[in-house]
């Protein structure tokens, strides 16, 4: 998963060495450095960024500047602070005889220090430093961040350091041009809305009858008994748009009524959804096909009825029957790194359970945070759910993912409540979406291991021993080195100790008691299992005392299965199921020196769920070998379906890009039982060449039958509000819910290439128009909006003219040629621009909020 490849290239690119040059500014050297320090350089040293040159030396390396800025009164001194920042350890100063030099700290917190060559900064003055860190920094969220100074004189406290972020001047790494994206939107057909299909996800079957039905506040609900949750909510959402109708549960025919009843033979979550012009009749056999019916029924009332109270609606007639293609239709939500409140929660639950998503994997806890109650260990959340400045992790975490100093920060710190989470189970519940909580083991589990640690020192000095080692994760004599691939040299649970099982037995049965006072259902518990790095319980005296008690541990890898066997009848015990990271289910093997991994057939026969991510290169045809070989699977191909992962290559968009780059059209194309047919670029944006997939493994019959679903995640490295949690997420999870719910489209099983091409293409067009007249302009006012991203206008100067395209129909195209910012008040692209000169064009939405800005020059 993402976290995997962010790692893996900071340490791999942190091998590199770096040479040096010294930048020194002659004005600064006249500053004397025995001034009193400047209280007020707390807040007034300010930090430009900005990358200079990118293969810098010929190597994937990055040269950029750091200019230090005092905006204050006084000077800032040559010695007595530091500065700390989140990013990769292979930054470095470019000059190891400069004035500063970069120390790795643990995970991505790093620190810079004054050398003997730094001079003091007089106020107003600056000075500029070069560095250079592996990779190529295509948009910021590989810039360094976060910064916070800290005085030597008082160690334990920081101050936030403000941050400006400079585009660098050349495109020296390939950024998507204004007349590439044109050329993505030519084939776009604008299609009428009366056109359209007006039930999103699209139904297995849709027919317009051409008569409709009037809605009031006067409208009667009228519900089978069996589903008065699904009426309940209904009657809910009407409220919202007309003022509450009634709700009676009866099932006789009534005038300008929507009737919710019971019909057998339907499925778990088939219904039928009839708009007469006399009544709304959903027809379901369970309360799940209903609730999908009246989602269905959400997406037919136009989207304009969402802006104010309506006094009636209009709603076209249809006749659908219709039901989900995959039973497991997931989104991850990863609230560890960068926490998000309950009520965000809530509002994606809702966002979800409109398009017929039904599980919500809860990623509670990872190295950087643990965010769930747990009754009996209040370290959990009290030290492992809060990050700030700190000097021994004893209080609470260090600072990551840019959290800074503060350890009342709303992204780095915060938890829910044991009533939280069963509020946010029983709001789940009702909208039939399953939450699977997961809880990282035995990697990725520093936040435990810190807050264990922390209660081990609390009652060791109360001179309670034993009770103070009842759930201790590591043995604290372990002199084992290792390195995670997101730099953590201390976050693996040490998996031999009898005390690490009590932990996790002891939060599973909370958990299960929260599931059970919440009335929600639980039939397994996601363990993580990824990303254990090598040297990992080498030097563990546990480790070595165990191999030395159990036979079947012969050498260090072992205790994989070891551990996962007993997490496994742990669950079985408690009448559930083991669910995890593809790791959990794949064995190592070495032939001829060479590693390599192949699906363990032990868990194979478990009914072991497990998501893989990994289609990257010699692992593209991964999912289907484990399918192949018995484990059930969740596609979360990183390649399509990671929504953190940028929407375009430019530096001004943001998110990750380790594994490409993911716009609204990558989960579109995904086709889940032969996704090697449609993939279309690598990881590097790069056309994939002919033969790429020869001898890759397709899937079985029997594969066929454990693929159980889709999932979309959202890592929240780079998440720190829930406005950039909606941007990343939206349009892009609409994507998925297509591909999770809807039939297998024809353009997908289509043996003629051609013709493939163009069902796609018009498949394409059905859905980019679906989105931009309907769907987006219902988020805009569903649940109190969505701040969803804008695409990008696509332009390009030909004869003389500019041309532009929207990816989204009903966007609105606006631009200017006087140098000004493109405003919801400038002139409509309705043709061809003839006007010369440089002309800035931006899309907007029907509320006015507008892309970003991109520009063409017409001489």
């Known amino acids: ?167 660098p001047t050349k495109n020296a790494v390939g950024w998507i041009e204004a007349q590439d994206i044109y050329r993505q939107n030519q084939n776009i057909q604008n299609i009428p809305e009366d056109k359209l299909t007006k039930v999103f996800p699209t139904p297995a079957q849709y027919t317009k009858t051409g008569s409709s039905i009037t809605l009031t506040p006067a409208t009667m609900v009228t519900t089978d008994p069996a589903f008065a949750n699904e009426g309940k909510l209904l009657s809910e959402y009407l409220e919202t748009i007309l003022g509450k109708p009634n709700v009676a549960q009866v099932q006789e025919y009534g005038k300008n009524s929507i009737q919710l009843n019971k019909k057998p033979g339907l499925g778990a979550e088939g219904y039928e959804l009839q708009v ?79 398009y017929k998503l039904n599980v919500l994997h809860f990623h509670l806890n990872d190295d950087e945070g643990w965010r769930l109650e747990i009754a009996g260990l209040p370290e959990l959340t009290q030290v492992g759910g809060r990050r700030g400045h700190t000097l021994d992790n004893l209080q609470f975490l260090q600072s990551a993912y840019a959290s800074g100093p503060d350890v009342n920060n709303s992204t780095g710190s915060g938890h829910y409540t044991k009533e939280d989470f069963i509020e946010i189970l029983k709001y789940a519940k009702a909208r039939h979406i399953k939450v699977i909580p997961e809880i990282e083991t035995p990697g990725h589990a520093r936040a435990a291991i810190k807050a264990m640690d922390a209660r081990y020192y609390r009652l060791l000095n109360e001179g309670k021993k034993t009770e103070a080692e009842q759930y201790l994760l590591r043995d604290l004599n372990d002199k084992s080195v290792y390195r995670s691939v997101q730099y953590w040299n201390d976050n693996v649970m040490d998996v031999s100790m009898p005390s690490t099982y009590r932990f996790l037995e002891k939060v599973t049965d909370e ?122 699977v ?81 890592w929240s490295e780079r998440i720190l509000s829930p406005e950039r949690q909606e941007y990343m997420l939206l349009p892009k999870l609409l994507g998925l819910a297509e591909r999770a719910w809807a039939p297998d489209p024809m353009w997908a099983t289509e043996p003629n290439t051609a013709k493939s091409e163009a069902l796609y293409t018009a498949a394409w067009s059905q859905f980019v128009n679906t989105l931009g007249k309907r769907e987006l302009p219902r988020l805009n006012y569903y649940h109190n909006g969505f701040q969803y991203r804008i695409p990008t206008a696509g332009a390009l100067v030909e004869n003389g003219k500019v041309l532009a395209n929207v990816q989204l129909p009903g966007m609105v195209i606006r631009y200017t040629v006087d140098g000004s910012e493109p405003t919801a008040q400038s002139k409509v692209y309705l043709g061809p621009i003839t006007e010369k000169g440089t002309v800035k064009l931006r899309v907007f939405d029907v509320t006015g909020r507008g892309s970003r800005v991109i520009a063409v020059d017409n001489r």
């Open 634 to 714: 969740v596609l979360t191909n990183v390649t399509n379906l990671y929504l953190d992962l940028a929407y375009q290559k430019a530096y001004e968009e943001p998110g990750l890009y380790w594994g490409g780059f993911v716009d609204l059209d990558k989960p579109f194309y995904f086709i889940p039982l032969n996704y090697m047919k449609n993939m279309k670029v690598d990881e590097s944006n790069n056309p994939i060449k002919p033969g790429t997939f020869a001898g890759k493994e397709q899937l079985t019959s029997k594969g066929k039958a454990n693929i159980v679903g889709l999932q979309a995640p959202l």
């Open 276 to 354: 007469l012009p006399m009544a709304i009749v959903i027809n379901a056999t369970t309360p799940a096909g209903a609730f999908y019916g009246i989602q269905s029924l959400k997406t037919l009332i136009p989207p304009s009825a969402y802006a104010q109270k309506q006094t009636s609606i209009t709603v076209d007639g249809v006749q659908i029957k219709d039901a989900s293609r995959f039973p497991h239709r997931a989104f991850m939500m990863d609230v560890a790194r960068n926490f998000q409140q309950k009520e965000q929660v809530l509002k994606v639950l809702d966002l979800m359970a409109l």
């Open 1 to 167: 998963m993402a976290k995997y490849w962010i790692g893996f290239l900071g340490c791999f690119f942190s091998v590199w060495t770096v040479s040096c040059g010294q930048p020194s500014p002659q004005k600064q050297q006249k500053v004397e450095t025995t001034s009193a320090p400047q209280d007020n350089a707390k807040a007034d040293l300010q930090l430009i960024f900005q990358v200079l040159e990118e293969k810098y030396q010929g190597k994937t390396q990055s040269r950029s500047s750091l200019t230090f800025k005092n905006t204050g009164n006084a000077p800032l001194l040559a010695t007595g602070w530091k500065i700390y920042f989140n990013g990769s350890p292979s930054y470095k100063a470019k000059d190891t005889n400069g004035p500063i030099k970069i120390e790795s700290i643990n995970g991505d917190l790093l620190h810079l220090v004054p050398t003997e060559n730094f001079k003091a900064i007089a106020s107003g003055d600056s000075i500029t430093v070069e560095v250079v860190s592996a990779g190529q920094i295509i948009n910021d969220s590989r810039a360094p961040y976060g910064f916070y100074l800290v005085w030597d004189k008082e160690p334990a406290k920081g101050y936030t350091l403000t941050t400006r972020y400079v585009k």
């Open 511 to 632: 958990v299960l008691a929260m599931y059970k006072e919440a009335g929600a259902p639980i039939q397994t518990i996601h363990f993580g299992g990824d990303e254990v790095p090598k040297g990992v319980w080498e030097k563990s005296p546990s480790v070595q005392a165990l191999m030395k008690k159990d036979a079947s541990i012969k050498e260090i890898d072992d205790l994989w299965y070891y551990f996962f066997n007993k997490l496994n009848a742990m669950l079985k015990a408690r009448k559930m199921y083991l669910s995890g990271w593809e790791e959990v289910g794949l064995r190592k093997v070495r032939e001829n020196s060479k590693l390599s991994y192949v699906a363990n057939p032990v868990l194979a026969k478990e009914n072991v769920h497990v998501d893989v991510w990994n289609n990257i290169g010699t692992n593209s045809d991964l999912a289907y070998r484990m399918a192949n070989a018995g484990y059930k």
